[in-house]
């Protein structure tokens, strides 16, 4: 009864999210909430070459028990992005909340985010997917993924994501934004593998 009497206006200002198309019909343009920059896949790639099969499956292995506890970013950088899981938890689960802080003209801006996808292979491959809520100033993911193929192991890492909100794209401007965010996710694929994977292996291959 109270959505019967408001308008597709209240409805749309009081009730649903920024970008929810509100029609009284099924609309002919169910895109007509994207009013954002186009959503970019920001990667970074690694390949790393290793002594044997065994090695690399260990290796493999220890980088998702450092992805479980949310050892994602570089701590060295001078404001490093920050993932925080809930107090009680010692790694992450499936569909659980978590918060991601990370620092933008002189403030840390924290979002909640949840672990949309969580899949660990055993020396073979490991995939995380970090999904942005509406407590948010993006609009998309993070994925990690890692695959063993012989004994080497690809690790990619990928920020698919625009902004959210006219104001936060005043702030960061669109050329700097594309280009920062392009070198963010290739310095982050590269803090990955120096962190996470074992010592002794040895660069196959590294693009981008």
Not at 114 to 139: P, Q
Not at 140 to 167: C, H, M, P, W
Not at 180 to 200: R, S
């Amino acid at each position: 009864k109270i959505l019967k009497g408001m308008g597709n206006c209240c409805i749309q200002c009081c009730i649903v999210p920024r970008g929810v198309v509100v029609s009284d019909g099924v609309p002919e343009n169910p895109f007509a909430g994207d009013r954002g920059w186009p959503i970019k896949n920001f990667e970074g790639e690694e390949i790393v070459e290793f002594k044997s099969k065994d090695e690399a499956r260990n290796s493999l292995d220890n980088f998702a028990a450092g992805m479980k506890k949310l050892e994602i970013f570089d701590p060295s950088f001078e404001h490093p992005t920050i993932c925080t899981m809930p107090e009680d938890a010692k790694e992450i689960e499936l569909d659980m909340r978590v918060a991601v802080s990370i620092y933008l003209n002189g403030k840390y801006l924290t979002s909640l985010e949840r672990i949309a996808a969580l899949e660990h292979t055993s020396g073979d491959k490991f995939l995380m997917v970090i999904a942005g809520c509406s407590e948010n100033i993006i609009e998309g993911y993070y994925r990690v993924r890692a695959e063993r193929d012989g004994n080497s192991i690809k690790v990619t890492f990928s920020k698919v994501q625009t902004l959210s909100g006219a104001i936060m794209k005043l702030i960061a401007g669109k050329e700097n934004y594309y280009r920062e965010n392009d070198i963010y996710a290739k310095k982050t694929a590269k803090y990955l593998v120096a962190a996470h994977l074992q010592n002794g292996a040895e660069p196959a291959q590294k693009t981008a």
